[in-house]
T-cell receptor, first 117, second 109 residues
């Protein structure tokens, strides 16, 4: 199993451009998440999904959109890139644990480093 | 509101010295607490969770509900322990994890 994969690894955007960060997991997990990691700020939840067709906002959703058309994929869309969106973005997933679906043990992707100039 | 506080941004210790990474939480119920670790150039991964009551790579963490703490401890630090450590909390009803800001542990040879 590849686990959680993310593309691209790095990207530089100009202000106002748009892009989609891809995330795929092959563990048949129900739950998927997008976080951003800023220096000294830890991980902040952007959006999450509890299953195909279901998404919900996290702590910092403004400026982002997501969709979950399949169990495997959870792309994150930036419509109008702003310098404040310069960050490292992590996708994660979690699934059955101890016989019940759980948010608990999350498996992370390698991250996408995004710079907006 | 759920909140996780890691008061130290950076903790430097000498090899062989004891390590304690502090974590305090705010939650009005019975949470599940976790420690995640991110080694250099690697992805974030689960280190341990309080319900397992296990020792991983020599690390242990005890949930103290009275002090609302979940400090991570290791009696003798190794150079390979150098990494970023995140404390995280999950509330009742399988709510998403809330992470602290992280502590960077640097073990000096």
């Amino acid at each position: 199993n590849a686990g959680v994969t993310q593309t691209p690894k790095f990207r530089i955007l100009k202000i106002g451009q748009s892009m989609t960060l891809q995330c795929t997991q092959d563990m048949n997990h129900n739950y998927m998440y997008w976080y951003r990691q800023d220096p000294g700020m830890g991980l902040k939840l952007i959006y999450y999904s509890v299953g195909a067709g279901i998404t919900d906002k996290g702590e910092v959703p403004n400026g982002y959109n997501v969709s979950r058309s399949t169990t495997e994929d959870f792309p994150l869309r930036l419509e109008l890139a702003a310098p404040s969106q310069t960050s490292v973005y992590f996708c994660a997933s979690s699934g059955l644990a101890g016989g019940r679906s759980s948010y608990n043990e999350q498996f992370f992707g390698p991250g996408t480093r995004l710079t907006v100039l | 509101a759920q909140r996780v506080t890691q008061p130290e941004k950076l903790l430097s210790v000498f090899k062989g010295a004891p390590v304690e990474l502090k974590c305090n939480y705010s939650y009005s119920g019975s949470p599940e607490l976790f420690w995640y670790v991110q080694y250099s150039r690697q992805r974030l991964q689960l280190l341990l969770r309080h319900i397992s009551r296990e020792s991983i790579k020599g690390f242990t963490a005890d949930l103290n509900k009275g002090e609302t703490s979940f400090h991570l401890k290791k009696p003798f630090a190794q150079e390979e322990d150098s990494a970023m450590y995140y404390c995280a909390l999950s509330g009742i009803g399988n709510t998403p994890l809330v992470f602290g800001k992280g502590t960077r542990l640097s073990v000096i040879a």
